[in-house]
C-alpha cells in the first residue's frame, strides 16, 4: 500500500508498538490509510523509524505506553531526534490479533477452528502499531 501524497504530509502518523525482542511499526494516515507496516526487532526499531522519519518528514511519532515504552522512547528520541506521544495500549494486543485475523482469514482446515482458539502464523506486532495509530488518531477528533 503505497500513498505518494502523504510523503510531504503533515497527516501522517508513525506509531510503534515497542516490544522486549521485536516492535511493530504502522505508518497511517490520518483517514485510516495504512501506507506501512512492519515488524522488526527492538534493537533495529530506532533506524527503522529514522528511515521513515526521513520519507515522512511532517509525521507525528507515537508509542504505545506499555513495554518497553520507557527505554525505546529515549533511544528514538537520541537516534531520530523527535519525541513521541505516548498512546495508551490497554487490550491492543488483543485488537491487533483480531484485525490481522480480519484482514489475514484463516484457510483450508484452520478455518474451522474459533479464532479464539488461534494464534496467528506470524508475529502481528504490526497490526498492532495500526491499532495505537488509530487510536491516536481518534483522540485528535474527540478533543
Not at 38 to 61: H, I, K, N, P, W
Not at 83 to 109: K, L
Amino acid at each position: 500500500m503505497k500513498c505518494d501524497q502523504c510523503d510531504a504530509s503533515p497527516n501522517v502518523i508513525i506509531a510503534v508498538d515497542p516490544g522486549r525482542d521485536k516492535c511493530g511499526i504502522a505508518v497511517v494516515h490520518e483517514d485510516g490509510q495504512v501506507i506501512h507496516q512492519a515488524v522488526v526487532s527492538t534493537a533495529e526499531v530506532a533506524d527503522a523509524v529514522a528511515r521513515l522519519l526521513e520519507r515522512y518528514a511532517q509525521a507525528t511519532l507515537v508509542l504505545g505506553d506499555r513495554t518497553g515504552a520507557r527505554n525505546i522512547g529515549v533511544v528514538l528520541s537520541k537516534r531520530a531526534r523527535v519525541s513521541a506521544v505516548m498512546v495508551d495500549e490497554h487490550r491492543s494486543t488483543i485488537q491487533g490479533r483480531r484485525r490481522y485475523f480480519r484482514e489475514n482469514p484463516p484457510r483450508g482446515w484452520r478455518r474451522l477452528i474459533p479464532l479464539g482458539l488461534q494464534t496467528p502464523p506470524r508475529p502481528f506486532d504490526d497490526y498492532v502499531a495500526v491499532v495505537i495509530a488509530e487510536r491516536y488518531i481518534d483522540s485528535l477528533r474527540h478533543r
